[in-house]
Nanobody, 115 residues
Framework: QVQLVESGGGLVQPGGSLRLSCVAS????????MDWYRQAPGNPRELVAT???????NYASSVKGRFTISRDNAKNTLYLQMNSLKPEDTAVYFC?????????WGRGTQVTVSS
């Protein structure tokens, strides 16, 4: 049974930083394509960043240069380092895994950027 659990969200001031984590169990992130998505109230869920099984990364234009996706295969954990946060980054952040042909989602972690 695959399970993804996000953590690291919280309240931060504009310009601040947070690091989100997504711990996987029942699967191997090192052989998976992994994504971070986010969803703000009233908006559709949007793709923020992707890391493929070979380590290639891609970012939404709105976060490029500010966010960094990475993973620690030994810890089976995906990360999202978020710097220079803006109020418009406020959302629930979800990790998603493509593993053996199926997609799996975590339940999300809330990020609020506000002064």
């Amino acid at each position: 049974q695959v399970q993804l659990v996000e953590s690291g969200g919280g309240l931060v001031q504009p310009g601040g930083s947070l690091r989100l984590s997504c711990v996987a169990s029942g699967s191997i992130i090192g052989i998976s394509d992994m994504d971070w998505y986010r969803q703000a109230p009233g908006n559709p869920r949007e793709l923020v960043a992707t890391i493929t099984d070979d380590g290639s990364t891609n970012y939404a234009s709105s976060v490029k240069g500010r966010f960094t996706i990475s993973r620690d295969n030994a810890k089976n954990t995906l990360y999202l380092q978020m710097n220079s946060l803006k109020p418009e980054d406020t959302a629930v952040y979800f990790c998603r895994q493509l593993y053996r042909g199926s997609f799996y989602w975590g339940r999300g972690t809330q990020v609020t950027v506000s002064s």
